[in-house]
């Protein structure tokens, strides 16, 4: 026997369920590693606006499956598995640069994508991303595309040297670079990248590494959060400082910066934004992910808005949260060892003011990103100095060991 409803009451079940599906969306995102994780996170505590999470990894229980987001497993490459996900939901991001923009310019008929495909195209490929911060008037250093062995010996007599041949494409953690430092490397960084296409630019010598978190909604609000310093070892992020040691006046023309590039971008979602502060103070952009971003970590606890949720605030349109920094935070990542590979486990640890995050990766592997701290300054009487103590007190202790 079922249970009966009356007429009025079928009616409302029924706009009932046209208002969920309209306002509940199915989120997919390509890429289900630590910050498809943390997106999924994110989504989770807004049930109200999304119902769902697919991600599409090709790694068998990934991080985000591993907290409740369905999975398809698939290459991040593969024309079906991209249109299978665009067909399950509502609306489509992605946690990694590097999915098939023309494929994913296909999938725009099953469903809306953001940041849009075009705007992926342009990011991905960190020669056209240059050009276009060139032509919009944004601060880059020089740079050139380059075709050939000797067009590549023709343009860097004009740079000079050190100067940093990069491949356009799929790079990450420093492995597209090759410096050249003398007439002498050029033929070796040449044939380092096998055909591949390559730009060149000059070398920036910085006193520092930035970036600002920023983002824009579907309306064309644009949110950015307060710059931040960024230490890399061996090309990988190992920490990040919020706020940045830097004057105002270079913190203001930083995150003008940053809106700037919002506004001429038309993305909707998160954009890391990386900078240089070169010697002579000045602000050049480095590089822009069209993602969330490993030097925004440190907003989960540090910032009314994390930026995960500000991603998510940003792509269905909803108005964009506060991103004041509410407490000086310091993001420390944990990276696998350099002296094994393999299960691994973490020590216990519990301790004030420190919010450990792991990624739920079996293994370790040297460099791998296994997960990050954030040691936070909740007072607001440690000041930079006191976290940095805190950071070479624990750091350590908090690291993985073979299990
Ligand atoms: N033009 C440059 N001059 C000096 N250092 C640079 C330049 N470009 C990149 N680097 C250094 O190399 C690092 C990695 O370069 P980046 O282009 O950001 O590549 P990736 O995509 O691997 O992050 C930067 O964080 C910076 O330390
Ligand atoms: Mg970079």
Redesign the pocket.
Known sequence: MGIHYKKTDAYLFLVQDIFDVILKQILGIIGGGQLGMMLTEAAKKMPEHISDVIVLDPTPNCSAAQIGAKQIVGDFKDKNAILEIASKVNILTYEIESGDSAVLKTAESKTTINPAPETLRIIQD?FLQKSFLRDNDIPV?DFVEITSLDDLKRKISDFGYPA?L?ARRD???????F?IKSENDVEQAFNQFSGKPLML??????KM?VSVIAARNTKGQIATYPIVE?I?EN?ILKMTIAPARVTKKIALEAEKIAEETMRVLHGAGVFGI?M?VTERDEILI??IAPRVHNSGHHTLQSSKTSQFEQHLRAIIGLELGDTTLVHPTIMYNILGPDNFQGKYKMPEIKLDNIYLKMYGKEESKPQRKLGHFNVVDENNTKGIDGLLESINLVKDGISPIPA
């Open positions: 960190k250093t940093l990069k790079a990450y953690d420093g492995r597209g670079n410096k630019e000059k070398f920036v010598d910085f590494e960024n890399h090309n990386e240089f480095n590089e």
